[in-house]
Each structure stands twice: as structure tokens, then as C-alpha cells.
């Protein structure tokens, strides 16, 4: 075991650092090291610095990786934390999901400034969001409403709407639990209705291909329900060139050996929309979600891809 701290990359906001020192603490916990045996190296990502603009417009998921992977190659870091659902379906050459922390809630919360529930909203109110997935589930079950871009950390959409700039907002349930925000919600989404964007809820760290010191210290604290789970969803996502372009959701449960799967494409008017099934092995977890992604690839059509723009 290495004696020089390990330096841990994550970008600087509240939620962001809440899952740094939570796996932090459960290193700590499995390995018996101290504290000051890990340096929290916090990083600022263009997804942080331009929040006036959708992610589709400024090139994608990947604005909130690059310069943590960039420091990741270069051994500037060990390894780096990240929500599982802002990480590209393609990796930087060399680096990997080492590990996935046990996963917390996967639905996303309503927060009605004067109603509770979404379908509650008086015709033509607004609903911020920033997510092309949360835009377009918004518009397939109201498409009255009026759907404006909100982006920023967790409090400066809280802030926006307080200041009366939408009537509503969603934000994922996860996130809010790990801030201890629970009074925040005020409706908790069906995830069969709304079902949430792949990988929602999990953290997962990435490290360098072939760093077995670093591999091996993660190996202690990887939750192989929640691997599973991810893999399946983020093969979903990989097989549909997935990215914050395309309204895309889906999610995966594991019991014992036994995986299922639910995943949907809509176009970003939430006007059309198809959903898949599929279930079988968690060993095979990656094939799965793949295989659901070339069956409601052929479901759809080229027509409808097409639509997406």
C-alpha cells in the first residue's frame, strides 16, 4: 500500500463533493487508513462555468469530465468520482469505471412552488429543467405546460425557483438525499412512468487501465448489484449514441443473479415514445442492455432518430 496520500478528483460543487467524501469514508472504513491518506483535489469543468446554455448546444456530458480526466492520464490523480449519469458512454484511451458505490435512489423529484404533483400544475405554468429526458416525460404526460432550460448546482435551481422563474422544477431524488434535502420534494415520480436517465442515483470512480495499487484499493468498496445495474443501462445508452442530445431513459434491477430491464425512447416533443423489456443474467449484464437498445432501435425506425436532430 502506497504511503503518499491518494488524490481523489471531483468537481466543486456540494453534491459532487458529498460523493467524494463519501467514498473517502467508506476507503477509510475498508482499509483502515486515516483521513489525511486522501487529498480531495477539486476541479472546476466547463459544464460548471457555462450554466446559461443547454448541454446539447455546448457539446454534451462529457463538459463535466474532461479536465478531471485530463489530470486523471496524466497522474496528476489517482483516481475521480463522478455521477454515474454525466459519464460518456466512450472513455478517454486508458481510463475505466473501477468501481460503483452502492446506489441510492433512482427517481427524480417534482418541487411545486404552489402545487405538489406534476400533473397538478394549471395549465400553461412553467417547469425549468435542463435534462432533454425530464423535458420531453414533462411533455409526453402535459404537454400544455410550458418547459424552460434550468441548469446549475442543486441550490441555484432551488434559488431560481423561489424566485418565481418557473412554477416547478425535478431534480433527481439522489442528489437531494445526499445534501439531506429530504423536505425539498414535494412528489417522489413513478419510475414507471418517469422512469429515470441511465445510471441515475449510482457514483461511480474512475481510475487508469493498469494501476493495480489503485485497483486494488477500490476492488474493496465496488457494489456489484449496483455494476450490474449500471452496465446494463450505460450499454442501453452506448448502443443508442446516447448523450445529452437524446431524450433517453431507462433503468435496471438486480435480485440475486437476476437482472430486468426498462428503457424508453421519446422524441423531445414527448410527442412519440417506445419502450423495451429485457431480462436475464447479471453476468451478462452488458449484452443485455445492448441487445434492449438494437431491438428498440429496429422498434422505432430510422424515422424516428431522425427526429431527434
Same mark, same amino acid.
Given at each position: 500500500?502506497?504511503?503518499?496520500?491518494?488524490?481523489?478528483?471531483?468537481?466543486?460543487?456540494?453534491?459532487?463533493?458529498?460523493?467524494?467524501?463519501?467514498?473517502?469514508?467508506?476507503?477509510?472504513?475498508?482499509?483502515?487508513?486515516?483521513?489525511?491518506?486522501?487529498?480531495?483535489?477539486?476541479?472546476?469543468?466547463?459544464?460548471?462555468?457555462?450554466?446559461?446554455?443547454?448541454?446539447?448546444?455546448?457539446?454534451?456530458?462529457?463538459?463535466?469530465?474532461?479536465?478531471?480526466? &485530463?489530470?486523471?492520464?496524466?497522474?496528476?490523480?489517482?483516481?475521480?468520482?463522478?455521477?454515474?449519469?454525466?459519464?460518456?458512454?466512450?472513455?478517454?484511451?486508458?481510463?475505466?469505471?473501477?468501481?460503483?458505490?452502492?446506489?441510492?435512489?433512482?427517481?427524480?423529484?417534482?418541487?411545486?412552488?404552489?402545487?405538489?404533483?406534476?400533473?397538478?400544475?394549471?395549465?400553461?405554468?412553467?417547469?425549468?429543467? &435542463?435534462?432533454?429526458?425530464?423535458?420531453?416525460?414533462?411533455?409526453?404526460?402535459?404537454?400544455?405546460?410550458?418547459?424552460?432550460?434550468?441548469?446549475?448546482?442543486?441550490?441555484?435551481?432551488?434559488?431560481?425557483?423561489?424566485?418565481?422563474?418557473?412554477?416547478?422544477?425535478?431534480?433527481?431524488?439522489?442528489?437531494?438525499?445526499?445534501?439531506?434535502?429530504?423536505?425539498?420534494?414535494?412528489?417522489?415520480?413513478?419510475?414507471?412512468?418517469?422512469?429515470?436517465?441511465?445510471?441515475?442515483?449510482?457514483?461511480?470512480?474512475?481510475?487508469?487501465?493498469?494501476?493495480?495499487?489503485?485497483?486494488?484499493?477500490?476492488?474493496?468498496?465496488?457494489?456489484?448489484?449496483?455494476?450490474? *445495474?449500471?452496465?446494463?443501462?450505460?450499454?442501453?445508452?452506448?448502443?443508442?449514441?446516447?448523450?445529452?442530445?437524446?431524450?433517453?431513459?431507462?433503468?435496471?434491477?438486480?435480485?440475486?443473479?437476476?437482472?430486468?430491464?426498462?428503457?424508453?425512447?421519446?422524441?423531445?416533443?414527448?410527442?412519440?415514445?417506445?419502450?423495451?423489456?429485457?431480462?436475464?443474467?447479471?453476468?451478462?449484464?452488458?449484452?443485455?442492455?445492448? *441487445?434492449?437498445?438494437?431491438?428498440?432501435?429496429?422498434?422505432?425506425?430510422?424515422?424516428?432518430?431522425?427526429?431527434?436532430?
Amino acid at each position: 500500500m502506497q504511503t503518499k496520500p491518494f488524490r481523489i478528483g471531483t468537481r466543486g460543487s456540494p453534491l459532487a463533493l458529498a460523493q467524494a467524501y463519501e467514498t473517502r469514508s467508506r476507503l477509510m472504513a475498508a482499509h483502515g487508513l486515516p483521513e489525511d491518506m486522501f487529498e480531495i483535489v477539486v476541479l472546476s469543468t466547463k459544464g460548471d462555468r457555462i450554466t446559461d446554455r443547454s448541454l446539447a448546444l455546448i457539446g454534451g456530458k462529457g463538459l463535466f469530465t474532461e479536465e478531471i480526466e &485530463a489530470q486523471l492520464s496524466s497522474g496528476e490523480l489517482d483516481f475521480a468520482v463522478h455521477s454515474s449519469k454525466d459519464m460518456p458512454t466512450k472513455l478517454p484511451e486508458g481510463l475505466h469505471l473501477s468501481a460503483f458505490l452502492p446506489r441510492e435512489d433512482v427517481r427524480d423529484a417534482f418541487i411545486g412552488r404552489s402545487v405538489a404533483r406534476l400533473l397538478d400544475l394549471p395549465q400553461g405554468a412553467t417547469v425549468g429543467s &435542463a435534462s432533454l429526458r425530464r423535458q420531453a416525460l414533462i411533455r409526453r404526460l402535459r404537454p400544455d405546460l410550458n418547459v424552460i432550460v434550468f441548469r446549475g448546482q442543486v441550490d441555484t435551481r432551488l434559488g431560481k425557483l423561489a424566485e418565481g422563474q418557473a412554477d416547478a422544477t425535478l431534480l433527481a431524488y439522489a442528489g437531494l438525499k445526499r445534501l439531506g434535502k429530504l423536505d425539498v420534494p414535494t412528489e417522489i415520480l413513478d419510475p414507471v412512468s418517469f422512469p429515470p436517465a441511465p445510471a441515475q442515483g449510482a457514483i461511480c470512480i474512475e481510475s487508469r487501465v493498469g494501476d493495480k495499487g489503485t485497483q486494488d484499493l477500490l476492488a474493496a468498496i465496488d457494489d456489484r448489484v449496483t455494476r450490474a *445495474a449500471v452496465t446494463c443501462e450505460r450499454g442501453f445508452l452506448a448502443t443508442l449514441d446516447g448523450s445529452c442530445r437524446t431524450p433517453i431513459a431507462g433503468y435496471a434491477t438486480v435480485e440475486g443473479k437476476h437482472l430486468q430491464f426498462h428503457g424508453m425512447i421519446l422524441t423531445p416533443d414527448g410527442s412519440r415514445f417506445h419502450e423495451i423489456e429485457a431480462s436475464g443474467p447479471a453476468g451478462e449484464a452488458g449484452r443485455l442492455g445492448k *441487445a434492449a437498445g438494437q431491438a428498440i432501435r429496429e422498434k422505432a425506425g430510422a424515422g424516428f432518430f431522425e427526429s431527434w436532430g
